[in-house]
């Protein structure tokens, strides 16, 4: 079994250094993430396509213009005398009644440019009112996105930190307990122990190549999800640069700020689904649009000897479409109503995680002032037990007993650091403007 647990570890570290080992600090991950990450350029793309929407809103006030060329050929009798009326070719001739009823084929080519121009759409202006919040909100979301991963990568840094204090600690606590193994096969010999105390201190010898084997894969996973934050497909192992100090940040008089980016996009969003009721409201308005094209005639393929224009307005009312229009006026009013409750739910859940993040600022100090006390006394415990121990006057029990304890209090000083930091952390990101 021990000798498993060696070739395990053997193996794990030939793999661990088979890796390349990069050291990085945080403002480098943070370059990197802005970037590279993926979440950011889908945010990115998200409000392109919200820019792109609101981009064709214009048509609410640009012309529409199209231009087309057609060739046809007819022995219909209405088509034929048109072609010729449109080409200005009539003759006298022309009004021979067998030949109106009777024409030979008129080939007739046409070329015309047309145009609409909406002169009052109040229903496609308040959609461009809509489209354009959209926008808006879609660009804060953006900015919230990048907020967050500046979050997320203070917490993976703050992990990769973590691990690597872990297996420091449990690397000094494995020496300890090999140390102590050593004593103990020494003191088995002189007949000083018996068997059973030295199997305990190897027992601890094994949990501790344990607990340092794991402490290893959290470097590896805390090193892939950089990784992961920076898009990079390498997969290195990365060993900070930063230390992991305690923080400091003012909590006092910090709230929840009304034009933080993600609060300030649900208002534009509940902004455009107002707008976008008031365009269904606006429908049953009439519309008033200008037209006009202008035309070339010709027998002979892209060739123009007549021409005429037409130009006009048009003033258009849907009286009625069944029922669709009140229907649809109905669903945009219920939609604009939930995102006034979304919006005032979102900002009491923010208050609510704000709450909560002070308190557990408060939390995370008074526990590391404990922790910072714990992890001192647990360290003269075990000085004086080992002096003890060495002198035998302390029982192997005792000794590997203050041993762990004094191990598990390093583990959880550097725990309550991170849970400290992460705490001001995420209380920083709650408050940014």
């Known amino acids: 079994m021990k000798t498993s647990i060696y070739i395990l570890l053997l193996v794990f570290a030939i793999s661990l250094q088979a890796q390349e080992l990069i050291p990085i600090s945080k403002s480098e991950v943070l370059i990197k993430v802005s970037e590279n990450n993926t979440s950011i350029k889908i945010s990115i793309e998200e409000f392109n396509q919200a820019r792109a929407d609101y981009r064709q809103t214009n048509t ?12 046809i050929a007819t022995t219909n009798p209405l088509m034929a005398f048109g072609s010729k009326l449109n080409q200005g070719i009539l003759t006298q001739n022309d009004f021979n009644p067998s030949l109106l009823n009777n024409p030979s084929q008129v080939e007739n080519y046409a070329t015309k440019l047309e145009f609409q121009q909406p002169l009052i759409n109040l229903d496609g202006i308040y959609q461009r009112k809509a489209a354009k919040s959209k926008m808006e909100a879609m660009s804060l979301k953006a900015e919230r996105t990048q907020d967050y991963l500046v979050f997320e990568v203070d917490k993976a840094y703050m992990q990769l930190q973590l691990a690597y204090k ?3 600690v449990l690397e000094t606590a494995l020496e300890a307990a090999n140390a102590n ?9 002189q007949g000083y122990l018996q068997r059973a105390d030295v199997l305990n201190v190897e027992v601890r010898v094994t949990e501790v190549q344990n607990q340092l084997q794991m402490a290893k894969s959290n470097v590896q996973n805390a090193s892939n999800y950089l990784s992961f934050l920076m898009n990079d497909e390498t997969y290195v192992i990365y060993t900070p640069t930063d230390e992991l100090n305690i923080a400091t940040f003012t909590t006092e008089d910090k709230s929840v700020p009304e034009n933080r980016s993600d609060i300030k996009a649900m208002a534009l969003a509940s902004n455009a689904y107002e707008a976008m009721n008031t365009a269904d409201k606006m429908a049953f308005l009439p519309r008033l649009n200008a037209f006009g094209s202008y035309e070339l005639y010709d027998d002979q393929i892209f060739q123009g000897d007549a021409s005429g224009y037409l130009f006009g307005a048009q003033l258009s009312w849907d009286l009625f479409q069944g029922s669709k229009r009140f229907g649809k006026a109905q669903k945009s009013k219920a939609e604009f109503e939930q995102s006034k409750l979304e919006y ?8 609510l995680e704000l709450n909560t993040a002070k308190r557990a600022i408060t939390d995370a100090e008074n526990s590391l002032q404990l922790t910072a006390l714990a992890l001192q006394q647990s360290e003269e415990s075990l000085r004086i037990r ?3 121990f060495k002198e035998g006057l302390e ?15 390093q583990l959880e000083y550097y725990q309550t650091i991170f849970e400290y930091n992460y705490a001001q952390a995420y209380l920083a990101f709650l408050t940014k403007e």
């Open 60 to 71: 609410v006030f640009l012309p529409n213009i199209t231009a087309s060329h057609t060739a």
């Open 166 to 168: 872990a297996v420091d």
């Open 181 to 189: 193994k050593k004593l103990a096969d020494d003191s088995f010999k």
């Open 344 to 351: 005032q739910n979102y900002v009491s859940q923010s208050n």
């Open 386 to 388: 080992t002096n003890r």
């Open 395 to 409: 029982k192997t029990s005792d000794l590997l007993l203050a041993e762990a304890q004094y191990a598990q209090k």
